[in-house]
């Protein structure tokens, strides 16, 4: 059996807000090709990408006046979707000129799209990142992207199994500190906590890198991770000298974004901070290359090979093998069944649902 199908009542990153300034952007999520652009007075539009007309993207197109002008054959679509302008012949609209409009929010240096029921939109769902909105007080990397061939709920498992640090990347992320650590994992709804306490060891380069802890020094190593459906990560990692309160000590926190393209390919966003040496830019640009070594060199081609033996298979029919370790991880595949379920049982009740 193939993988199922995505979660589309849910709020998906379509964009740093960084990305979307005055071109029109191609950001497809989901499968769904959509158009974003910048109006004016700032407000972000998402449309379908494709031009009823001839189905050309949109996204080649221009921003006039607020809308966008499809580049094959002139046809201006607003911000609800509508046509407003016909520049062939004698200018008539048709009521089928028209393409989907999704509701859109842009939050915390984020583009958030709801790819579902419009109706069922509610921004009071979006996961709130406040650290993106303290730059006076954190020390941030710039805003990163990566496009990986990896179907989206692998990056998922990797991000939720933090022991795998120790052997994956034991000259970047891990310590020997993490082999013995206390694992606590608890659900809240549609979240998922997964802190894990790692005392008396040997401190990740991490740290040793940025002058946080000498080289040597024993010390009480914590990671904590948050997840929340579908794809949007927490993580806090921090050190303090053996037998030090938390509060004592330095921690980087990272934001990790998944928006799934399609079942090959995730756009993985992320940012990195931290408490200490704020302004040390040369200890920032460090940071930023030791991270991009453990996702691009060790993670990356590690989960991509996974990806490609499971050959597009379903995870629960290839009978993997579990391991205490993994219950963070399976607890998330269990809650995107559970809301993929909880989509389709919607649609059969409701006609209106079906439409979409």
């Known amino acids: 059996m193939a993988r199922t199908q995505f979660i589309k009542n849910a709020w998906y990153v379509a964009a740093w807000s960084s990305e979307i300034i005055d071109a029109p952007q191609l950001a497809k999520i989901i499968g769904e090709p959509l158009v974003l652009f910048r109006k004016t007075d700032g407000e972000i539009v ?16 221009k921003v006039i006046d607020d809308v966008i002008e499809c580049g094959y054959h002139g046809l201006r679509f607003g911000a609800s979707g509508k046509c407003v302008h016909n520049p062939v012949g004698n200018g008539a609209i048709p009521s089928a000129a028209r393409v989907r409009s999704f509701a859109v929010v842009e939050r915390d240096s984020l583009i958030w799209v709801w790819m579902g029921a419009a109706e069922l939109a509610d921004p009071g769902k979006i996961i709130d990142f406040p650290w993106l909105n303290d730059r006076d007080n954190l020390c941030m990397t710039a805003d990163h992207s990566m496009h990986q061939s990896i179907y989206y709920e692998l990056i998922i498992d990797n ?43 040997e401190p990740a380069t991490l740290f040793t890198l940025t002058g946080a802890v000498q080289p040597g020094t024993r010390v009480d190593y914590w990671n904590d991770m948050r997840w929340d459906a579908p794809g949007n990560f927490y993580l806090e990692v921090g050190v303090t000298e053996t037998g030090c309160p938390r509060d004592k000590g330095h921690y980087m926190g990272s934001v990790h974004l998944l928006t799934p393209v399609d079942e090959e390919t995730t756009i993985y966003r992320w940012i990195l901070f931290r408490n200490f040496a704020k302004s040390d830019d040369g200890i920032t640009k460090s940071l930023e290359a030791l991270v991009n070594v453990a996702f691009r060199q060790e993670d990356e081609p590690m989960v991509k090979a996974v990806h490609q033996r499971m050959a597009g298979r379903d995870f629960w029919d290839m009978e993997p093998l579990i391991l205490p370790g993994d219950k963070a991880a399976i607890l998330a595949r269990r809650t995107i069944s559970r809301l993929l379920e909880s989509e389709a049982d919607l649609l059969l009740t409701d006609p209106v649902l079906q439409e979409v």
């Open 159 to 201: 991000l939720l199994d933090l022991a795998h640090g120790a052997f994956l990347h034991p000259t970047t992320l891990g310590s020997e500190a993490v082999m013995k650590g206390k694992t606590k994992i608890r659900q809240d709804g549609d979240r998922i906590y997964y802190d894990r306490w790692n005392p008396d060891g």
């Open 46 to 61: 998402a449309l379908s990408d494709t031009c009823p007309h001839r189905f050309a993207p949109l996204h080649m197109g």
